[in-house]
């Protein structure tokens, strides 16, 4: 952890002639709310958001984004994920790479909390991932089905990225990801200053799994899938 800081559907009214006799009442033109998503779209970033709108606290505690600043950040929960909006500093840890290694990250660790499924540590250039406080008083994740691979939907924007549970970092501390979470948002990846000082969301969906935890495609599909489901629930809480 750093301490520096989908398409709207027409709705078509048929035109009865006085001769012709009264057709089924069509669904009444409007805006697709998340259940009318289509199945072959991906999920909008808008849909996700509303359904985290909402926070019901499910952390004992709060975090910091950074050192030194307040601790305001809870972590919410629903039936089916848990999330946190925070800022995103970028973590470069893993297997020296081009862009991450100890020359271009001040912080640079060449371990991951979780490994791929040949023991290697995971590739932050190349694999979205995100990075979880470790257990605390705080907070636990494993007791909300949040363990190494779960599969995360990250939000800026109008973007979404999905990714994985691929690291740990300090226990008070929270709004880190992989330098290739960050670009695939749009957020500058340079591990020296890079970042967002705001505006992420992370949704992380209880009991899910990549598998393998190094494979991004799936990470893709079963986010996704998961992404779908959880804009078409219940909106339950905890």
């Known amino acids: 952890m750093r301490v520096q800081s989908l398409t709207l559907a027409a709705a078509s009214a048929a035109l009865l002639a006085p001769t012709t006799q009264p057709t089924?009442?069509?669904?009444?033109?409007?805006?697709?709310?998340?259940?009318?998503?289509?199945?072959?779209?991906?999920?909008?970033?808008?849909?996700?958001?509303e359904r985290v709108r909402v926070c019901e606290p499910v952390s004992p505690g709060r975090y910091r984004t950074d050192s030194g600043r307040p601790a305001t950040v809870p972590v919410c929960g629903t039936k089916?994920?848990?999330?946190?909006?925070?800022?995103?500093?970028?973590?470069?840890?893993?297997?020296?790479?081009?862009?991450c290694n100890s020359r271009t990250d001040p912080y640079f660790s060449s371990s991951t909390a979780y490994s791929q499924s040949?023991?290697?540590?995971?590739?932050?250039?190349r694999l979205p991932y995100i990075v979880v406080p470790v257990p605390s008083r705080i907070?636990?994740?494993?007791d909300h089905g949040v363990r190494g691979g779960a599969v995360a939907a990250v939000?800026?924007?109008d973007r979404v990225q999905y990714a994985v549970v691929g690291d740990a970092g300090p226990y008070d501390l929270v709004g880190e990801a992989s330098y290739a979470t960050a670009r695939a948002l749009g957020i500058n990846p340079d591990p020296h200053g890079g970042g967002t000082p705001s505006g992420v969301t992370y949704i992380v969906?209880?009991?899910?799994?990549?598998?393998?935890?190094e494979s991004r495609d799936a990470a893709e599909e079963t986010g996704e899938r998961l992404a779908r489901q959880f804009v078409r629930g219940s909106g339950g809480r905890e």
């Open 24 to 49: 089924p009442a069509t669904a009444p033109v409007g805006l697709p709310g998340p259940s009318a998503v289509r199945a072959d779209a991906p999920v909008r970033a808008a849909d996700l958001l």
């Open 80 to 99: 089916e994920a848990v999330f946190w909006k925070a800022d995103l500093d970028i973590d470069c840890d893993g297997q020296p790479t081009l862009r």
């Open 155 to 157: 939000i800026y924007g």
């Open 205 to 213: 969906f209880k009991n899910s799994r990549a598998t393998p935890i």
């Open 118 to 125: 040949d023991g290697r540590p995971l590739d932050a250039e």
């Open 139 to 142: 907070w636990d994740h494993r």
